[in-house]
């Protein structure tokens, strides 16, 4: 079995499910809306964090001046 002609066909066959699946995914508007969903939630649980994060540091800027050195020391 001539191994070269396997590998190619190997990877035609994975590029054509890429491609088709790429194309239906774009074509249908994207994400499905379970997907969709997950996102949103995951893109306001990143916003909290990201707001509780600039809150500590305030805090911290007002209790401990100086503590950003400290920490990249």
Do not use: C
């Amino acid at each position: 079995m001539n191994w070269d002609l396997v590998v190619i066909f190997t990877f035609v066959v994975v590029l054509t499910a890429v491609r088709s699946h790429y194309k239906r995914t774009t074509a249908t508007g994207g994400l499905a809306p379970g997907d969709q969903n997950a996102l949103d939630r995951a893109m306001e649980a990143a916003r909290r964090l990201e707001q509780r994060v600039e809150s500590l540091e305030r805090v911290l800027d007002e209790d401990a001046p100086g503590w950003r050195a400290r920490v990249r020391a």
